[in-house]
């Protein structure tokens, strides 16, 4: 046991690594997760705009490209993090090792968030509200959650670094 002020490094690769068990922290509220959408959205909506009205069809294209691209890599990374997720000090994380996704469960996630969570009036991301792991429909089937940057670190430097 190490004495109190007598800090033990950590081994290499363990930072931010979370206890066995999973993701077992705190979970980010409804309204950090809400504004984190509102600014993804202006993120990918504003180049969509662009590309729609510069393109037409081919600008559509390209705009639904942007944002499968942007939410399925950043959330795939190990920082686990759009841009609206940073700035809200939130993260996604895999629920059963508390690690980052990877490309499938990001993948499953964006699918289901974007075909089936918003059916019958947006109930399957209200369903966190009463959810006991607080996991929206998308977070279920990619069995995810929504975590507080501060409890679960992501690396350093790891903001848009490619998944492993």
């Not at 993701?23 to 309204?31: D, E, K, L, V």
């Amino acid at each position: 046991m190490t004495e109190p002020g007598n800090l033990q490094p950590q081994p290499p690769g363990s930072y931010g690594a979370q206890p066995p068990g999973g993701a077992t922290g705190p979970r980010a509220n409804f309204g950090q997760r809400l504004l984190a959408a509102l600014i993804d959205g202006v993120v990918v909506g504003i180049p969509f705009a662009i590309l729609f009205f510069a393109l037409k069809g081919v600008g559509y294209f390209l705009g639904i490209l942007l944002s499968v691209a942007y939410g399925i890599y950043l959330e795939a990374g190990p920082s686990g993090q759009t841009v609206g997720k940073l700035a809200m000090g939130i993260r996604v994380v895999r629920l059963d090792t508390g690690g980052p996704l990877g490309w499938g469960p990001a993948a499953i996630r964006w699918v289901v968030r974007t075909l089936i969570s918003g059916l019958l009036c947006g109930l399957g991301y209200f369903w966190m509200l009463w959810d006991k792991e607080k996991q929206t429909w998308h977070d279920k089937a990619a069995g995810t959650v929504v975590v507080p940057a501060s409890a679960y670190p992501p690396p350093p430097n790891s903001f848009g670094q490619p998944p492993s």
